[in-house]
């Protein structure tokens, strides 16, 4: 059974930053794309960021393109989100997501691309 666990979220004034973490269990972990999504209420899913696990390629959203970096540990089967100069506007619950079909496409794969999720972290940043 595929488990992902997220970890890291928290509240923040702008500015500052945060690291999330996605461990993986149950899955493929090498050679596969996996995700950082993000939802603010009222709002749909949002593709953050990817990485393909077996090269370390990584795709970014526009709206997080310098601020944020997507990373991964291989010994630890685990994908981080370091989230700098945070905003207001990244507020938003904050998913990790697994995919089962290899190499990432050349920009963050839409959701249902995505075939595991975890339960989310959530990330506030006050003004």
């Known amino acids: 059974q595929v488990q992902l666990v997220e970890s890291g979220g928290g509240s923040v004034q702008a500015g500052g930053s945060l690291r999330l973490s996605c461990a993986a269990s149950g899955y493929t972990y090498s050679s596969n794309c996996m995700g950082w999504f993000r939802q603010a209420p009222g709002k749909e899913r949002e593709g953050v960021a990817a990485?393909?696990?077996?090269?370390?390629?990584?795709y970014y959203a526009d709206s997080v393109k310098g601020r944020f970096t997507i990373s991964q540990d291989n010994a630890k089967n685990t994908v981080y989100l370091q989230m700098n100069s945070l905003k207001p506007e990244d507020t938003a619950m904050y998913y990790c997501a697994a995919a089962d079909g290899g190499s990432c496409p050349p920009y963050v794969p839409p959701s249902y691309e995505y075939n595991y999720w975890g339960q989310g972290t959530q990330v506030t940043v006050s003004s």
């Open positions: 990485i393909y696990t077996g090269g370390g390629s990584t």
